[in-house]
């Protein structure tokens, strides 16, 4: 028997850092000290609360700096940040700080303050991980469990597992990639996940590996 | 009461089975939940709902109810206010008295449990007792804390501090101090007698009742006298309206047991509808959630326009209910609205009127709001989501890492 799939789930605990920012110099200030959990949940929230929206609002950096200190352009430059090709949050991190960093060498970061009640408050979240009762030993089988798993398990392993776990590929390409179905694990990995609401990306998944069950 | 499994169709079957999974982890640990009052208040509504559910998914939980005497209600009538900046003054005799009010509840009201998980300010101090029972102490803050008088927060951070962990409703409530801090919004519980579907004739016959003409535009404010609600101010805006536009204005609500005020609000909110027939001055007896319900489901338009608020659940309940709402932008309310999105955030008496008018000329944008108002609230606000948060911040408690395999 091929080796089995697990499908694992994974909730948020969203905590509050006590730490706000009101411009460009404190937002930098920020990024710079808060944990990498925080950084995770700020570029990743939008996917899960606002799922139904397409296309999905950019990360929580970009939102508030175009949104609340009007600074457009800045805002677009973070906004297209490609977090799908990053490995590591510590070097998603890297990016941000770069791209403020420049901000700041040609801008008085300190010039556009937000309204009051506007400010950015820098958040993380503790991640519970856990296994759900669902197993998938071949295409048929894991093509029905995505149908009827909750979407965080869904994100668990598509986002999670590849950036903030550091596995490098999302679990379900891994997994495809072992029970030889590698043309399969290629079509899921070169998905960017990012640019699909999460219950589009359930039916994308259902269909690309729909094309490789043989009913 | 509803069954936990008959939130599956509404929530998603996986986001039950989820909360079974989670409530398995914490087989063997005990809560108890305890706040000041047991009728009246989104607290008291919340706990109600949400005890039969913990329980039925195998939780150990308990909810007991700290005693109070006028004076102490006043005097945390007080800290309510300070804690939403308005200006009072609170002598230290009042502090003291407080304080032995909450020392002589600890006997009679302290179970021996794992967690003990105290709501909002009047119970704080039981915070005293961890030392001797070293158990883990939650407090949960209710209310809005975007800016509170400093004498009365320094006094109460230093309860505050002595627990294990605060939980606040919105990112604004958030202050530097030395104890982990989680952010929990509150919720609604969509097959509660308040937000379940409802026939017509139900809604006609509560129509019929308060006598209200369902075939006139209605504007509905639903939350208990409380000048930090503004009904003088939804007066004020519902007679700019009406010079240009029909509508009747509906200010219905209750009364909480620890809200000493509400008598006098309600008098003054009758002097300012100066007897205008199309105004309906509705306060409600405890249970009146068929009404409510009916209340929001017949309005046009639905109101929040207070001037603080702990979260502000009426705009939930109302956009659950696919209704427009227009809302201040405080406290947890701009969490449930995104402006011109799934809703209107407004900051003054005159931008309420003008966007009332706006919404009343403008039926099908209104829909659009109430449509993905419905959406979010589906997504981010219903009892599944925040029993969940409940039972993670449970098992937090014991775990000190980012990522926690179960």
Known sequence: MEKPFRFYTRLNLIELLGKLAKNVAGLLEGLKQVPGSSIYYHTHRFLQQHHYLSPEPPNDFAFWVTNSLSLDR????????????????????????????????????????????????????????????????????????????????????????????????????????????????????????YTITLEGLRKNLIRRVGQYVKD | MSKIEEYAPIGGKSTVEELFLLAERLKGKTIQN????????????????????????????????????????????????????????????????????N??????????????????????????????????????CHIDFTDPKKDVWEFLKSYIEGYDCAVFSAPAFSRPIAIRQVLISPSIDPLSDKNKDLSDEQINSVCERFKINRERPIITQISRFDYLKDPVGVIKAYKMVKEYVDCQLVLAGGEATDDPEGMKVLDDVRKDAENDPDIFIL??????????????????????????????????????????????????????ITHKFSGILTHSIEGTAFWIKQLLNEPEYAKRLGANGKQHIQGNFLITRHIRDYLLLFLSLYEQKDIIYL
């Open chain 2, 283 to 336: 306060f409600l007896p405890p249970g009146s959630d068929v009404e409510i319900n009916a209340l929001q489901r017949t309005s046009n338009i639905v109101l929040q326009k207070s001037l603080r608020e702990g979260f502000g659940l009426t705009v939930a309940e109302a956009l659950w209910k696919e209704k427009p709402v227009i809302a201040s932008a405080v406290g947890g309310i701009p969490l449930q």
């Open chain 2, 34 to 101: 305890i706040n000041s009052t047991a009728v009246g208040g989104g607290v008291a509504e919340i706990l109600v709902q949400m005890l039969p559910l913990l329980r039925e998914l195998g939780v150990n939980v308990w909810w007991d109810v700290i005693k109070g005497n006028e004076r102490f209600f006043n005097i945390t009538k007080k800290f309510h206010n300070a804690l939403h900046g308005v200006d009072v003054s609170i002598g230290r005799d009042e502090l003291e008295y407080f304080v032995d009010v």
């Open chain 1, 74 to 193: 800045l805002g677009e430059r973070l906004a297209s940040i490609d977090t799908v090709k990053f490995r590591s949050i510590r070097s998603l991190r890297e990016k941000f700080i770069e791209i403020l960093e420049v901000y700041e060498r040609e801008n008085d970061s300190r010039s556009t303050d937000c309204q009051e009640g506007e400010e950015f408050h820098f958040m993380s979240c503790r991640t519970f991980i856990l296994p759900t009762p669902y197993e998938a030993r071949d295409l048929k089988e894991f093509r029905e469990i995505l149908q009827k798993v909750s979407i965080n398990s869904i994100y668990f392993h598509i986002f999670e597992a590849r950036l903030r776990l550091e596995r490098g590929e999302n679990d379900f390409s891994n997994w495809l990639e072992e029970i030889g179905e590698k043309k399969l694990a290629r079509d899921i990995s070169r998905l960017d996940p």
């Open chain 2, 103 to 140: 020392r002589e509840n600890m006997k009679e009201v302290l179970r021996d449990v794992d967690i003990q998980f105290i709501h909002d300010p009047q119970p704080i101090a039981l915070v005293e007792e961890k030392a001797r029972t070293g158990r883990k102490w939650i407090w949960r």
